[in-house]
DNA sequence: CCCGCTATTCAGTGTTGCTATGTACCGGTG
DNA sequence: CACCGGTACATAGCAACACTGAATAGCGGG
């Protein structure tokens, strides 16, 4: 899409990653496909490993390297409890968004 | 809220300002005032104003100086036909994004 | 042997919202 | 009159985040 997507996925991109995350393990590459497959279409490699990274390091998630057969290992991310924890104050906070866009978009006052 | 929302903002923001002032002209401080009356409780005053800036360099608003008999002057911002167009691509990536993001709050795949 | 796919990393850039401060106009109070 | 609070706008400096572009590296196939 277009420049306003890139601006308006600035801090729910986390959140998506958070909630991905939160169904099962992943590793970067495996979520940037899948962004994509999903109409992510202009989503940079770059940027995700960007963001695991800054989620490991604030403790959200637990990494585990695992090798595979068709490429270097793959760092495997999981959901801990802390992550569990801040995804749910991510929900809260897109509600609150969400609520009151919706609310813009008819007309309402 | 916490430093979430304010990340979340990043783009939305300006949509919302956007719809604000599709609804009906406005001034900065107006605006300002009717979001933290919406919920919005750390929008800081500047950050309007600069916003404000940016889409009429862009050329998305029209600005009429209009005297006002309780302080200096009151710069009134209304939307434009380019405006409008910029508005509608907005609801559109809101829209893509908040589908998604349903999405995975349901847990679907 | 090189190419393509898998997989991660990182330096540099632009946009955005926040902080903090400054300017300025007005009316009311002491 | 001096001061203060509410109204109204502007701006310089900062932090966070996503994008760009490139580099590194392992693996298998032509």
Known sequence: MGKQATEMLKGTLEGIVLAILSERPAYGYEITAWLRDQGFSDIAEGT????LVRIEQRGLVDVQKVPSDKGPPRKVY???AQGQEYLQEFWRTWSFLAERLERLRKGGR
């Open 48 to 51: 995700i490993y960007a963001l």
């Open 78 to 80: 999981s959901l801990n």
